[in-house]
């Protein structure tokens, strides 16, 4: 139910990057539990009211390419999704490795090791195209003249709901991590002219492990931080500072007109103030017109008592 002029949007996705997920036991850095990280991730989306269809996971999967790491990835990641009922997309980062990544998370051993990861996902009549960014032996981005020609003929037809690409090397400019522009996606215009005038609503992408929005082609991007470590975009006099905190995901909700994009913190804050969830039901039990007297107005009841809640 809608409290306010928008309907209910179509489509949920739980996008979540870098998991850098390693062989049980081995800690990143000697200190980062990326396992713990991941499993934090999938506990904060339980809590929502209204779990995703589908999480998309934009890449570096596995921070050595372990065969050991890929198969903890699905002991931990699959039993979650299947709670929720959502459907599980994996991306090609550049920590994976091609023939490693299909084996582990597809059960596919490829006739060619290098062949290019791409995919298509439909999602209650969403597309979401999974784009293989990764460069064998490089940390750095490329797309083949092949893949963008796959990639044209695929979205030649719109989908029912729009299509939404997945892909870990974001087209972004890097102003506040300027050291990312070496490993940065190259030749973005290339993708740029397949993108243009097509029906891909946004483009979800990780690699720079902190947040951040641009637009593409006239297409909004979203680059989703880490679940294992993340950068300090303001470090003091480091040219590149990783960090074990500010870790989170991001939701993307899509709607017939628009797409909404909500960063998701792994870490609790204590609550100043709130009210327990049974609220809701009393809220949907009011008219519009009674609920902005109770929820909208300065001096009502409702407001006067969030003030002096104790929080749980």
């Keep these: 139910m809608s409290f306010g002029q928008h309907p209910a949007p179509s489509h949920a996705i739980a996008h979540l ?11 990143q850095y000697g200190v980062v539990d990326t396992e ?3 499993r ?3 506990e904060r989306l339980a809590h929502l009211p209204v779990p995703p269809q589908a999480l998309v996971f934009t890449g570096d999967l596995a921070d050595k390419a372990e065969p050991a790491a890929y198969a903890r990835l699905r002991e931990v990641v699959e039993p979650a999704a299947a709670a929720l ?11 994976d490795e091609r023939a490693a990544y299909s084996r582990g998370l597809f059960d596919v051993d490829p006739d060619d090791p290098d062949a290019c990861q791409d995919r ?6 969403l597309r979401i195209v999974a ?13 083949t003249d092949d893949q963008l020609a796959w990639l044209a003929d695929v979205l030649a037809t719109p989908a029912e709901h729009g299509t939404i690409v997945a892909m870990h090397h974001p087209p972004v400019p890097t102003p506040m991590l300027p050291a990312a522009e070496v490993i940065e996606l190259a030749d973005q215009h290339r993708l740029a002219d397949v993108l243009r005038g097509t029906d891909v609503r946004t483009i979800l992408a990780g690699h720079l492990h902190y947040s951040t929005y641009s637009t593409f082609a006239g297409i909004p991007v979203s680059v989703a931080s880490a679940t294992c470590y993340t950068s300090d975009p303001a470090p003091l006099e480091r040219f590149v500072s990783g960090v074990d905190g500010h870790q989170s995901f991001t939701m993307t909700h899509v709607y017939d007109d628009r797409v909404v994009q909500t960063i998701v913190p792994l870490a609790e804050a204590p609550e100043l103030t709130g009210f327990p969830s049974d609220v809701r ?3 949907e039990a009011l ?4 609920r902005r007297e109770h929820l909208s107005r300065k001096d009502s009841a409702f407001n006067n008592e969030l003030e002096s809640h104790e929080p749980r």
Excluded: K
Aim: charged letters at 20%.
């Design 36 to 38: 713990q990280g991941l």
């Design 40 to 42: 934090r991730a999938l």
């Design 131 to 143: 784009l293989d960014t990764s460069v064998v032996g490089y940390h750095h981005g490329e797309l």
């Design 287 to 290: 008219t519009h017109e009674e």
């Design 17 to 27: 990057s870098d998991p850098h997920l390693l062989a049980e036991g081995v800690r």
């Design 120 to 125: 298509v996902h439909e999602v209650a009549g």
């Design 85 to 95: 009922g959502a459907e599980v997309i994996w991306t090609m980062g550049n920590h």
């Design 281 to 283: 039901s009393q809220v």
